[in-house]
């Protein structure tokens, strides 16, 4: 009898010390009102017997000890994945672990404008501290990983797709800058192929081109018009002239390596002042000039049915297009509001007959040649 009913007094108690234990695993926590979500920072190569450790610490558990024995006697480990985890303190412990485990990772929604330089897309994550400026720009600007992105250029300029994205802290950098890049091909990369077919250009030169269009100071309606005329430009080898290449470059070389403009007017004509100076030299800029969207990728794709290589300004900021350089002409002095010069006078050669007696003679040798 005795036995028995020290028997039935220790299940008794097991009863009572597993039912406090599974009440204290299932209790909700206490509220803190507007400061309820908490988050918790999970290093890289945490494991399941660190996280009791990590929600005490974050004040989201009254009795680690207690947590802890579940966790390593009860509970079947996972892998747990580092970041920032939003853990509400009205959670009960097991939920609490349960949001851990689960992966999902606190993301910081980013905009990126169309038309903004890779500059300002790492001045974007920055601010947001999604990663480290210097770093990032290492690898904006190494020629080998923009070959591993399936980018054949010397950086990833222009194809750091401009859109909202909703990114975790902690990312590898790699990982960061491939996820702007697979956007990029998710959703322009048809628009690229169809331009690069259409006017036989290289992946990388349509995007060149769409940056051109995208930060040019043209109006939407004419994107279509004014990428013509830099394809028209481009395949009649005449200089493509864009003030926003030239601006574009001259931020991106050190202002002592740029020459005088006394030394400058001296250089031969086809010398560039940078790569990106389009004034002097046929052809496409060193790089694309800021990061397209896909409405000028496709503006290039279509590009207007039309023989312009020269364009005028309006006072309301649309242009005139023109073919040939009396159509160009004619559209400055309408635009000024001036009359045309008077057309240069035709005058009609009069052939000399020679005098009686045979041909004139030669003038003397010291006379001044006409």
Same mark, same amino acid.
């Given at each position: 009898?005795?036995?028995?009913?020290?028997?039935?007094?220790?299940?008794?108690?097991?009863?009572?010390?597993?039912?406090?234990?599974?009440?204290?695993?299932?209790?909700?926590?206490?509220?803190?009102?507007?400061?309820?979500?908490?988050?918790?920072?999970?290093?890289?190569?945490?494991?399941?017997?660190?996280?009791?450790?990590?929600?005490?610490?974050?004040?989201?558990?009254?009795?680690?000890?207690?947590?802890?024995?579940?966790?390593?006697?009860?509970?079947?480990?996972?892998?747990?994945?580092?970041?920032?985890?939003?853990?509400?303190?009205?959670?009960?412990?097991?939920?609490?672990?349960?949001?851990?485990?689960?992966?999902?990772?606190?993301?910081?929604?980013?905009?990126?404008?169309?038309?903004?330089?890779?500059?300002?897309?790492?001045?974007?994550?920055?601010?947001?501290?999604?990663?480290?400026?210097?770093?990032?720009?290492?690898?904006?600007?190494?020629?080998?990983?923009?070959?591993?992105?399936?980018?054949?250029?010397?950086?990833?300029?222009?194809?750091?797709?401009?859109?909202?994205?909703?990114?975790?802290? !902690? %990312?590898?950098?790699?990982?960061?800058?491939?996820?702007? @890049?697979?956007?990029? =091909? *998710?959703? /322009?990369?048809? +628009?690229?192929?169809?331009?690069?077919?259409?006017?036989?250009?290289?992946?990388?030169?349509?995007?060149?081109?769409?940056?051109?269009?995208?930060?040019?100071?043209?109006?939407?309606?004419?994107?279509?018009?004014?990428?013509?005329?830099?394809?028209?430009?481009?395949?009649?080898?005449?200089?493509?002239?864009?003030?926003?290449?030239?601006?574009?470059?001259?931020?991106?070389?050190?202002?002592?390596?740029?020459?005088?403009?006394?030394?400058?007017?001296?250089?031969?004509?086809?010398?560039?002042?940078?790569?990106?100076?389009?004034?002097?030299?046929? !052809? %496409?800029?060193?790089?694309?000039?800021?990061?397209?969207? @896909?409405?000028?990728? =496709? *503006?290039? /794709?279509?590009? +207007?049915?039309?023989?312009?290589?020269?364009?005028?300004?309006?006072?309301?900021?649309?242009?005139?297009?023109?073919?040939?350089?009396?159509?160009?002409?004619?559209?400055?002095?309408?635009?000024?509001?001036?009359?045309?010069?008077?057309?240069?006078?035709?005058?009609?050669?009069?052939?000399?007959?020679?005098?009686?007696?045979?041909?004139?003679?030669?003038?003397?040798?010291?006379?001044?040649?006409?």
């Amino acid at each position: 009898m005795l036995l028995s009913i020290l028997y039935f007094g220790a299940v008794i108690t097991l009863a009572v010390v597993w039912g406090r234990f599974t009440d204290y695993l299932e209790a909700p926590g206490e509220s803190a009102g507007a400061e309820d979500v908490a988050v918790v920072v999970v290093p890289e190569g945490t494991t399941l017997t660190d996280v009791p450790q990590l929600l005490a610490k974050a004040g989201l558990l009254d009795e680690p000890e207690t947590f802890q024995r579940y966790v390593d006697e009860f509970h079947v480990p996972r892998p747990i994945k580092p970041g920032e985890y939003a853990v509400t303190r009205s959670m009960s412990p097991v939920q609490k672990l349960g949001r851990i485990e689960s992966g999902q990772l606190v993301t910081y929604t980013v905009a990126i404008r169309a038309g903004a330089t890779a500059n300002d897309v790492l001045e974007v994550l920055a601010s947001q501290t999604l990663g480290d400026r210097d770093v990032l720009a290492g690898l904006v600007s190494d020629r080998a990983f923009a070959k591993s992105l399936g980018v054949d250029g010397p950086s990833l300029e222009g194809f750091l797709y401009p859109d909202a994205y909703d990114l975790p802290r !902690g %990312l590898d950098p790699k990982v960061l800058l491939a996820q702007l @890049v697979d956007r990029f =091909r *998710a959703q /322009a990369g048809e +628009a690229v192929e169809a331009a690069a077919k259409a006017h036989e250009l290289s992946a990388y030169e349509v995007v060149t081109v769409a940056s051109l269009v995208e930060n040019a100071e043209v109006p939407h309606a004419e994107r279509r018009l004014y990428a013509r005329l830099l394809l028209n430009r481009l395949a009649r080898k005449i200089p493509l002239s864009s003030r926003a290449a030239y601006e574009y470059g001259e931020s991106r070389v050190d202002p002592s390596e740029l020459e005088p403009a006394a030394v400058r007017r001296k250089r031969r004509r086809r010398e560039r002042i940078h790569p990106w100076d389009t004034s002097r030299v046929a !052809g %496409l800029p060193k790089t694309p000039i800021c990061n397209p969207g @896909v409405e000028s990728i =496709r *503006a290039v /794709a279509n590009a +207007a049915d039309s023989t312009a290589v020269y364009m005028v300004r309006r006072d309301d900021g649309t242009h005139v297009y023109c073919a040939d350089l009396e159509c160009y002409d004619a559209a400055r002095y309408q635009v000024r509001g001036l009359a045309p010069p008077p057309p240069t006078p035709v005058v009609p050669e009069v052939p000399i007959e020679p005098p009686p007696g045979g041909a004139p003679e030669s003038p003397p040798s010291e006379s001044p040649s006409p």
